[in-house]
């Protein structure tokens, strides 16, 4: 059973930076491909950033420039480093791992942004 657990999170001001740590427990991490997606409340739940088991990685329009995924297998940690923030990043951020045709999901990390 794979678990994933989000830290980091936190208000910041406008123009600051958050990084958020995903910490995922199981062996098999290293074979699949993780990512971050966030969500607003009353709307649909939205990639951000992911990258695959190759380390090839793909984000979100609104966030290319200013995020940036990296995972580190060795120890099972997915992270997203968010400079630049805007009050429209302002969500709750979930870690997400794919891994042989299974979707695992964290528990959610709130970023709040204040302009």
């Known amino acids: 059973q794979v678990q994933l657990v989000e830290s980091g999170g936190g208000l910041v001001q406008a123009g600051g930076s958050l990084r958020l740590s995903c910490a995922a427990s199981?062996?098999?991490?290293?074979?699949?491909?993780t990512g971050w997606y966030r969500q607003d409340p009353g709307k649909q739940r939205e990639l951000v950033a992911d990258?695959?088991?190759?380390?090839?990685?793909n984000y979100a329009d609104s966030v290319k420039g200013r995020f940036t995924i990296s995972r580190d297998n060795a120890k099972k940690m997915v992270y997203l480093q968010m400079n630049s923030l805007k009050p429209d990043d302002t969500a709750v951020y979930y870690c997400?791992?794919?891994?042989?045709?299974?979707?695992?999901w964290g528990q959610g990390t709130q970023v709040t942004v204040s302009s």
């Open positions: 997400n791992l794919r891994l042989f045709g299974v979707t695992y």
């Open positions: 199981g062996s098999m991490f290293r074979f699949g491909a």
């Open positions: 990258m695959s088991s190759g380390e090839v990685t």
